[in-house]
């Protein structure tokens, strides 16, 4: 019930057009959305909702405001809150920056600032722009969007032309600490295992991305590279049978992950009524955790992700869609706990310039995505979270915007 009465407080405040509202006088922007979604999976629970028997376990709402002092300068933050299934339900802050842009060759921002990898990184956040209800989530996982979508730190930016055969390059660069909370989606199944992470986790990150804005006409090909330095975090592991051994049923431990790179390449043509995107990336991790019963545990995970989309915008209110995303970790035995591919079909109608809806339909193989151990009844530490191989998951969403 308290979940439902968030959703529609979020649906009914957003849909006042007045908040919608260019402040002239202060020269400040306020703007926003809310979003009511809809799971139903036909077999294992997803996303760690009871989407199995249809769960309305996911409520979004969004308010950035921004302000432009002077023609260079402009300042901005922006809040969430959201509640996925047994994550979230909390207000966060996506991001909250000061942006100076000297000429269109160069400019920074810093503070907490939207990391600009991949293609869709730095708007993800904004549910309104982008026709899916759920992007592709080997690239773009929603359990852990907060950590994943902004850094503390600073982003270098420009664009420079090429001439008029070349077409332009934008680039980016970034650097600064990336900060991923104790309840992070990512922690989800260690925790359920009985593994804390005391204080979240976090270290330094940077990195650069090329955007070549090419000749053709609506054709962009982009790459990107972020570096991650070794993270070193504590741990607490609980365990009951600790009990038997007179020891404390939580001990302290720690865990280590080593410096990696996320490379990730991708490319995007969009031209009258269509558009088509495709992007790889890949997710190299290992690292050694130390617990009081089991020291110097080494792991490794090697994600290799992908997808294909494309939209058509059929009328003025309705776009429809397809994409097929999949990612394989080369490091898990042969299963279905190594690989998730996911075909999905979806459609999107806007209602006016304020109100719209996403249905979309998901036909999913694997169960190395989405998963947690105790919504599904398995066992903590199995090889899958999931009980069954395949999953059909419908998605339904309402959305307003501000």
Same mark, same amino acid.
Not at 292 to 297: I, K
């Given at each position: 019930m308290k979940r439902l009465f968030v959703g529609a407080m $979020?649906?009914? #405040? /957003?849909?006042?057009?007045?908040?919608?509202?260019?402040?002239?006088? #202060? *020269?400040?922007q306020i703007h926003g959305y809310a979003t009511q979604g809809f799971l139903y999976t036909t077999q294992n629970n997803i996303l760690t909702t009871s989407s199995s028997n249809g769960s309305p376990a996911w409520t979004e709402a969004v308010v950035n405001l921004t302000s432009q002092p002077t023609p260079k300068l402009r300042i901005g933050v922006q809040a969430r809150y959201e509640l996925l299934g047994n994550l979230g339900n909390a207000i966060t802050l996506d991001w909250a920056s000061a942006d100076y842009k000297a000429d269109e060759r160069f400019g920074v921002r810093f /503070?907490?600032?939207? %990391?600009?990898?991949?293609? =869709?990184?730095?708007?993800q956040d904004i549910d309104p722009s982008y026709t899916w209800a759920l992007l592709p989530q080997g690239a773009y996982p929603i359990t852990s969007r907060?950590? $994943?979508?902004?850094?503390?730190?600073s982003v270098v930016?420009?664009? =420079?032309?090429?001439?008029?055969?070349?077409?332009?390059?934008?680039?980016?660069?970034?650097?600064?600490? %990336?900060?991923?909370?104790?309840?992070?989606?990512?922690?989800?199944?260690?925790?359920?295992?009985?593994?804390?992470?005391?204080?979240?986790l976090s270290g330094v990150s940077y990195g650069?991305?090329?955007?070549?804005? @090419?000749?053709? $006409?609506?054709?962009?090909?982009?790459?990107?590279?972020?570096?991650? *330095?070794?993270?070193?975090t504590a741990i607490t592991d609980y365990n009951p049978g600790f009990a038997y051994y007179n020891l404390p049923t939580t001990l302290p431990g720690s865990e280590i992950f080593?410096?990696? *790179?996320?490379?990730?390449? =991708?490319?995007?043509?969009?031209?009258?009524?269509?558009m088509v995107a495709g992007e790889w990336g890949r997710l190299p991790v290992s690292g050694m955790v130390t617990l009081a019963y089991l020291p110097n545990q080494p792991f490794r995970a090697d994600q290799r992700d992908w997808y294909g989309m494309a939209t058509y915008k059929v009328t003025n209110k309705l776009t429809a869609g397809v994409y097929n995303s999949q990612m394989f970790d080369h490091q898990m035995a042969l299963g279905p706990a190594r690989y998730s591919k996911d075909w999905a079909i979806s459609g999107r109608y806007?209602?006016?310039? =304020? #109100?719209?809806?996403?249905?979309?339909?998901?036909?999913?193989?694997? @169960? $190395?995505?989405?998963?947690?151990?105790? @919504? *599904?009844? %398995? @066992?903590?530490?199995t090889p899958s979270a999931a009980k069954y191989p395949t999953t059909r998951l419908t998605i339904l969403k309402l959305g307003v915007s501000f």
């Amino acid at each position: 019930m308290k979940r439902l009465f968030v959703g529609a407080m $979020a649906l009914v #405040l /957003g849909a006042v057009p007045a908040m919608a509202q260019s402040l002239e006088d #202060l *020269n400040i922007q306020i703007h926003g959305y809310a979003t009511q979604g809809f799971l139903y999976t036909t077999q294992n629970n997803i996303l760690t909702t009871s989407s199995s028997n249809g769960s309305p376990a996911w409520t979004e709402a969004v308010v950035n405001l921004t302000s432009q002092p002077t023609p260079k300068l402009r300042i901005g933050v922006q809040a969430r809150y959201e509640l996925l299934g047994n994550l979230g339900n909390a207000i966060t802050l996506d991001w909250a920056s000061a942006d100076y842009k000297a000429d269109e060759r160069f400019g920074v921002r810093f /503070g907490k600032v939207k %990391v600009p990898s991949g293609l =869709f990184n730095e708007i993800q956040d904004i549910d309104p722009s982008y026709t899916w209800a759920l992007l592709p989530q080997g690239a773009y996982p929603i359990t852990s969007r907060n950590s $994943a979508l902004s850094e503390y730190g600073s982003v270098v930016y420009g664009t =420079f032309k090429l001439g008029a055969k070349a077409g332009k390059l934008e680039y980016r660069g970034w650097g600064g600490e %990336v900060v991923m909370a104790s309840d992070d989606g990512y922690f989800i199944n260690q925790r359920e295992e009985g593994i804390s992470f005391t204080n979240g986790l976090s270290g330094v990150s940077y990195g650069g991305a090329l955007h070549w804005r @090419t000749p053709l $006409a609506g054709l962009m090909v982009g790459v990107s590279d972020r570096k991650d *330095n070794q993270w070193i975090t504590a741990i607490t592991d609980y365990n009951p049978g600790f009990a038997y051994y007179n020891l404390p049923t939580t001990l302290p431990g720690s865990e280590i992950f080593n410096a990696f *790179n996320v490379p990730e390449v =991708f490319a995007k043509y969009e031209k009258n009524k269509v558009m088509v995107a495709g992007e790889w990336g890949r997710l190299p991790v290992s690292g050694m955790v130390t617990l009081a019963y089991l020291p110097n545990q080494p792991f490794r995970a090697d994600q290799r992700d992908w997808y294909g989309m494309a939209t058509y915008k059929v009328t003025n209110k309705l776009t429809a869609g397809v994409y097929n995303s999949q990612m394989f970790d080369h490091q898990m035995a042969l299963g279905p706990a190594r690989y998730s591919k996911d075909w999905a079909i979806s459609g999107r109608y806007d209602f006016n310039s =304020f #109100l719209y809806a996403k249905v979309e339909q998901h036909f999913i193989d694997g @169960t $190395a995505i989405g998963y947690d151990y105790s @919504t *599904n009844g %398995v @066992t903590p530490g199995t090889p899958s979270a999931a009980k069954y191989p395949t999953t059909r998951l419908t998605i339904l969403k309402l959305g307003v915007s501000f």
